[in-house]
């Protein structure tokens, strides 16, 4: 019995022995002296596993959390909890640069304004470590680029996220193969370019872009070459501004042959590589100015190699942002041309927006599911830019879906603004192979564009129809919302959004106080025609409208004589066929200084008021021709199918033309009167 309890005792004093060995080990290796030797060497990875150990021994020591925040920050750690963590270190005054480390993590956090207070902290502190006070001078440039980008944010629909070997990244990227292709330099060229590389190949296989550099001491470039009848032709360069002194690669020309994509490294973004857009100009035979693709796209790490299928409504990017090493995380996204950058100056939206995460995982910290960005009594300032403008009368703007009072109403209005988006994406294709057309010679292949063009024209035609009733729909329920309301006396209005400007104003258009004078006689003879058959087909709300549609045809008609009559006292000549204003010029210098004043005053007022006048005559069509289609389109479904479809093709017809117009008059330059009539002579015959 003793011999046993003895040998029990042997192996128990071994057990514990060897435990505590095992401890007084781990002790050792969790030691501050061995942390700091960790940080010292960079290797971040073991220095946490030292400090998560002493903080659960000392959580409130000042220097374990300064280090502790250093180590989240570079192993892209959680990022809040380091801020937290430096902050404290900073309160207790462990270093003068724990600003510094706070600056690069509210940075990454796409914090840029609270970036930029901790850097310009730390300069301020004129930190002897030199290489820091370099680099906090560079990062500070960069938060304030990024401020400046970061206004604009797309919020995309995150379909997949993975992280790869950085080796492994095409096998993430699954595009059609209308897309075109993907290969690593070395699956391509044998020699005079880095291997490991990504080129792309255009889905005619006519062309492949890709990067190098010239010699080991360039930055690289992205160039291409085209395939000729015997083989390949020589490299070229892509040009400026594409061409930089930075690091430009990661080529992708998407399927319309004229949006190219990139990545650099160039100053003016957010940090690393950035991924930028640049349109191929047909008419300049060259790039347009790069569009930095901002948020989320792109963040203070490195974000490349985004690539888009339309056929498959997807899109991919990489980025480094939460990974370390030669790790990366690939982002499939839905892309399908529909996707508005808006205008935001809240930066929690910035950072949702940023977070990348799946539709399944969009919950906030507290794991609530995502929150709603504004509170209807609290609307942030980025609601008043808006994501749309969307005229219910002359009056009243809504800037945002939650402006709407009738349900019906948002639900049609959100169904218009919708197929907005994907007409716009057919018009943008109809205009790229309108480009196509123009620089094919091959008889067959431009008969096949043409028919392209046709039925693209005829989608985005009727289209334009759909959108325009639904828009109409919209705001005729709208207005009875608001009429009811106003009886009832409970509404409320949108608190100064309403433009509370008379009727002189049309559309940013103001009539001359001279001109405002009222002939009450011809308003009435111009209603008087149309008072039976508004009562007969109209709804109270669509004669309002329609009235004020004929005021505006009387008040442009006015004007358009008055126009008439001073150009015709400023020319004092009976010439025997209408003069042009510009040709009247001409004839100032066979009158004196006086006359010519005079003259040249009377004809500058009279092609102001022409000008005005056929505003306002757009303006009044502007309002009556939506109605009148909509009852047109009632009408015709009581009509046998050939009256019917004649009719619903000549309506698209004109809405086409109108907006073509409409254009003309509100181009970014302003209007181009000479532009306009001759697009209304063109036109006339319709």
Known sequence: MIKYLSTFLFWLLVVVMG????????????????????????????????????????????????????????????????????????????????????????????????????????????????????????????????????????????????SVPREDILEMYSPAKDVGRFYKNGDFFESGVNPNHILFETERGDVVYFSMAQSSEDTMSIYKIQKLLDGWGDSEIVGEPVSSAYNDAYPFMASDGLTFYFASDRPGGFGGFDIYKVYYDNEMQGFLDPINMGVPFNSPEDDFLFVSDEFNEVAWFSSNRETTGDTVMVYKVKWDGSQVRNMVDDPIQIIESARLKLDSDQSDEYGNGRRSRTNKGE??????????????????????????????????????????????????????????????????????????????????????????????????????????????????????????????????????????????????????KRADMYKSLFSENDIASLRYADSLYVWANILNLESACLLEHSTQVQDSEPMKLGNILKKEDSLGDDEVGKTAQMMKESKELKILSNRIYHKALDKKYPIYYLKLKDISRNLNDANSKNILVLSQQGNAYFREAKGILNGPEGLNFESYESWYHKKSWC
């Open 19 to 162: 435990n505590f060995s095992s401890v007084l080990a781990q002790e050792s290796v969790y030691t501050p002296k061995k942390g700091l030797e960790y940080i010292k060497n960079e290797d971040f990875k073991n220095a946490q596993l030292v400090y998560a150990h002493l903080l659960k021994k000392y959580p409130k020591d000042a220097a374990y959390n300064y280090y502790m925040g250093i180590c989240l920050l570079n192993n892209k750690g959680d990022l809040s909890q380091a801020v937290k963590m430096l902050n404290f270190a900073q309160i207790k005054r462990v270093s003068n640069k724990v600003s510094y480390y706070l600056g690069r993590a509210h940075q990454l956090s796409f914090r840029f304004e609270e970036a930029i207070h901790n850097y310009e902290k730390f300069l301020k502190s004129k930190s002897s470590d030199s290489e820091k006070n370099e680099k906090a001078n560079y990062y500070l440039e960069q938060c304030r680029d990024s401020r400046r980008i970061s206004t604009k944010i797309y919020e995309l629909s995150v379909l997949d996220r993975s």
């Open 379 to 528: 609307r942030d300032e980025s609601k008043k830019q808006g994501l749309f403008r969307f005229d219910i009368n002359d009056t009243l703007q809504y800037v945002d879906f939650d402006n709407f009072l009738n349900p019906e109403a948002l639900s049609l209005f959100k169904a218009g603004y919708m197929m907005d988006q994907q007409r716009d994406s057919l018009a943008f294709l109809m205009k790229s192979r309108r480009a196509d057309f123009e620089r094919v010679s091959n008889e067959s292949d431009r008969n096949k564009i043409v028919n392209e063009i046709l039925n693209l024209e005829n989608r985005v035609y009727k289209l334009d129809d759909q959108i325009q009733e639904k828009y109409l729909l919209s705001r005729q329920k709208e207005l009875n919302e608001i009429q009811d309301r106003i009886k009832q006396g409970n509404y409320e209005g949108l608190g100064g959004r309403s433009d509370e400007s008379t009727t002189l104003n049309f559309d940013g258009v103001f009539v001359p106080e001279k001109y405002s004078f009222h002939i009450s006689d011809e308003f009435e003879r111009h209603y008087a």
